[in-house]
């Protein structure tokens, strides 16, 4: 028996997903900060599912880089984009881990087609459910709100 197929979004909305995409990360890098930053993106699919993506980035004034190739860059924009388009995931967080000047981590979950600051007790939660790659502690920091765009009369 063939699985069922996930719903296939028009083209009108993966562009405007895409476009959301897009000003997510450029109000999302400048709110991290200099520094060098890990972004976890985990979502479920709306058949159960579970997919993420990670992206290495520096920021530095006025700039920043990304420190994976383009294909891996490619993949976390491409989950990023279907998970705000949200036809074909149910749930996604979007975690960042900072390690300079310690460990510091917030996060943020997809709603409403946009990027929410998390409950820091729910990413407490979440945080410490993975495994450490060292021994520090990581600080749990709430994580500041992204401006978002202003919706077309498409949304």
Do not use: I
């Not at 989950?79 to 388009?85: D, K, Q, V, W």
């Not at 995931?89 to 960042?96: C, E, K, N, S, T």
Request: hydrophobic share 45%; aromatic share 4%.
């Amino acid at each position: 028996m063939p699985e069922p197929e996930l719903p296939r979004p028009d083209d009108a909305a993966t562009a405007l997903a895409m476009g959301r995409a897009l000003h997510a990360l450029t109000a999302l890098l400048p709110a991290l900060g200099e520094g060098s930053h890990a972004l976890n993106l985990n979502a479920e699919r709306t058949d159960g599912t579970e997919m993420s993506a990670d992206l290495h980035v520096s920021v530095e004034p006025d700039s920043w880089r990304v420190d994976h190739s383009a294909e891996e860059y490619v993949q976390f924009f491409v989950l990023l984009t279907f998970a705000l388009e949200s036809s074909t995931v149910r749930d996604a967080v979007l975690v960042a881990t900072t390690t300079d000047a310690g460990p510091r981590v917030c996060g943020w979950e997809v709603r409403a087609g946009w990027l929410h600051p998390m409950n820091t007790a729910e990413l407490h939660q979440t945080v410490t459910s993975m495994p450490a790659d060292d021994a520090a502690p990581l600080v749990v920091c709430h994580a500041p709100a992204l401006h978002r765009p202003h919706r077309t009369a498409k949304e």
